[in-house]
């Protein structure tokens, strides 16, 4: 059974960084396709960042200023957010699925969530 843990959200000021840890049981994330994503109050949950090896893609809306990264020996993803703003505000999801299946819903494990809250 696949596992995922988030963990590292917090309340920010507007330009502060943050970073979000997602640790992964039942699959390892070696051999997987890992993203974030998030969700606002009142809005549909949105794509983040995905990593499939050292492959990786962004939204436009964060490229620039966040890195997602793997550490193998941890089975954990990680997203490190700079220049925060506070429309990044929003709960963040960690998913895992088979290499190249997170486009599909039907394929895909989700954390609990993490909330990050980003102060003007």
């Keep these: 059974q696949v596992q995922l843990v988030e963990s590292g959200g917090g309340l920010v000021q507007a330009g502060d960084s943050l ?5 992964a049981s039942g699959r390892s994330v070696s051999t997987s396709t890992m993203a974030w994503f998030r969700q606002a ?28 990264s793997l550490d193998n020996a941890k089975n954990t993803v990680f997203l ?12 963040y999801y960690c998913a895992a ?22 102060s003007s």
């Design 80 to 91: 490190h957010m700079s220049s925060l703003k506070p429309d990044d505000t929003a709960v």
């Design 19 to 23: 970073r979000l840890s997602c640790a």
């Design 97 to 118: 699925a088979p290499l190249g299946r997170m486009s599909q819903a039907a394929d895909r494990h989700w954390g609990q969530g993490t909330q990050v809250t980003v």
């Design 41 to 68: 109050p009142g809005e549909e949950r949105e794509f983040v960042a995905r990593i499939s090896g050292l492959s990786t893609v962004y939204a436009d809306s964060v490229k620039g200023r966040f890195t997602i």
